[in-house]
């Protein structure tokens, strides 16, 4: 089997990891890219303390826009900044990737949609605060073009970071409803990198690393915030999963979670677990043997049945839902009516993503169309 394994440049991680870093290596001024909430908390404090004349950004709200990233890229230059730290959940690290890409590129970062992004940007140090997109970990960035309401999936082997920090510390802090949201992207993550075509040995190994934590872990992280065994392991698992993405891919969830956060505007990681269930019930039936494999390493299942096996995966899936509060599209407001007239244009967009083309079983436009209104059921 051929395949190639691509990672962060360095990966410092523990308590206290900044202390660790070495951040002087990387530049003098950096664009320090956040949120206003990060930007007040401890971590971004502590993050001064080693990055002195660090410029702080904190323009990302919500998950980022081409407006976002064009303002970012103004403050780097007009402060004259010679790396990006990015800090804060996947929007913010997200955000440090594209702005730090279109420092040096020309243009707008709407017309590097669907081809390779490359050049030579400064170098660029992410840091997570919640556990989740694995961002920190992957050569890809999501950024809503607004004019077109599309999430765009830009990526390029020069976005992956010369570092990542990860200090599972600064996830304490998370809200419950950030932990669910993040927590179960990780999931995501890990299940759809597993049972993608472009899955292989090294991500398959990670893939059910990161879902064992997740299952043993999270409940408890959800529960129990200040529970710092299980915040250590969710860091680990979004990790991993991250690493498994950047170098397997992710699937049909993915695809069609993307248009349902660009136009109704449900965070990422809670559109993932919205379709969890319904997309990963159709992918199975094209690769029992691998849910089934998820079942078994997750202790969802002793049966040597894979069909049945794999059912016990999606069930026990669907229980970790239960346990998190994963709302339904309705639950969360969204209008039925509204939902129906736009899924012509998100079963689109979801296959120009090129997502889909990954799920072990083929995906047509009915299929999604079809799984859409299976939501309302």
Known sequence: ???????????????????????EKYGSRPLIVTGKY????????????YAPNGVVFDGITGEPTVDMINAGVAAYHENSCDHVIGIGGGSALDSAKAIAARSSLGGNIADYMGREIDGEFPPMILIPTTAGT?????KFTII??????????????????????????????????????????????????????????????????????????LPTAYNEPENEAAREQMLIAAYEAGVCINNASVTIVHGMSRPIGALFHVPHGISNAMLDIKCLGFAAQGAPEKFAAAARAVGASDKSDDTAAAQD????????????????????GIDREK???????????????????????E??????????????D
Request: with cysteine; charged share 20%.
């Open 144 to 217: 809503t073009d607004t004019e077109k309401d599309v999430k765009m999936l830009l990526k390029g082997d020069k976005l992956l970071p010369q570092l990542a920090v990860l200090d599972y510390s600064y996830t304490i802090s998370s809200p419950k409803s950030v932990t669910a949201a993040t927590g179960m992207d990780a999931l995501t993550h890990a299940i759809e990198s597993y049972t993608s075509r472009r899955a292989n040995p090294i991500t398959d190994t990670l893939a059910l690393s990161a879902l064992k934590r997740i299952f043993a872990n």
């Open 38 to 49: 990060t930007a007040k908390s401890p971590a971004a404090a502590e993050l001064l303390k």
């Open 339 to 361: 939902f129906f007239a736009a899924m012509d244009k998100m079963a689109d967009d979801a296959l120009a993503s090129g997502s889909p083309a990954n799920t072990i079983r």
């Open 134 to 138: 694995g961002s920190e970990a992957t």
């Open 363 to 376: 995906v047509t436009k009915q299929d999604i169309l079809d799984i859409y209104a299976s939501l309302w």
């Open 313 to 332: 995966f999606l069930a026990a899936l669907e229980k970790l839902c239960g346990i998190v509060e994963i709302p339904t599209l309705a639950e969360y």
């Open 1 to 23: 089997m051929d395949f190639q394994i691509v990672l962060p440049g360095k990966t410092i991680a523990g308590k206290g990891a900044l202390s660790r870093a070495g951040l």
